[in-house]
């Protein structure tokens, strides 16, 4: 059975974001230097996933990741081996937030809006292959 808490679990933090009315199109905040979550920047990318779908789950062993869905919905569960925990977080446009994972922790995520469910990862370092680690879904027992 999955333990699963109400609350982020240790090294894991939700923010939330400012979106500005305008009549042409809303304007969504991601990131500010001056944030206490801000840990450097590296790179910033998006990630599509398709409805239903899945990707994960990854290990960073360094970088810190700072996730966004601006468009869409995506479901995040964040795995804690050390406190044998998992964390599921669903973030789209009806809940702007933005999701910090730091290192050490396992991550997968699901496309659960009906569309374009769309991701923006602003990472603390550019992308290296070497420090992460990566599971088959089926390694880490959850209950999608």
């Not at 609350?7 to 400012?18: C, H, P, W, Y």
């Not at 730091?102 to 496309?111: D, K, M, S």
């Not at 659960?112 to 880490?140: C, Q, R, S």
């Amino acid at each position: 059975m999955d333990r699963i808490v109400d609350t982020v679990i240790k090294g894991v933090s939700l923010t939330a974001l400012r979106m500005i009315p305008h009549p042409k199109g809303e304007i969504k905040h991601g990131l500010k230097q001056s944030e206490a979550s801000f840990d450097g920047f590296g790179e910033a990318y998006f990630s599509r996933i398709l409805p239903n779908e899945i990707k994960g789950w990854k290990k960073h062993t360094q970088m810190t990741l700072n996730l966004i869905v601006p468009v869409g919905s995506v479901r995040f569960v964040v795995f804690s081996e050390t406190e044998n925990l998992f964390s599921e977080i669903v973030l789209g446009e009806n809940n702007y937030k933005r999701l910090t994972v730091q290192p050490n922790l396992w991550l997968a995520f699901q496309g659960i809006g009906t569309d374009l469910n769309l991701l923006l990862n602003i990472a603390n370092l550019e992308h290296d292959p070497k420090e992460a680690v990566n599971k088959a879904l089926e390694k880490i027992p959850y209950n999608w």
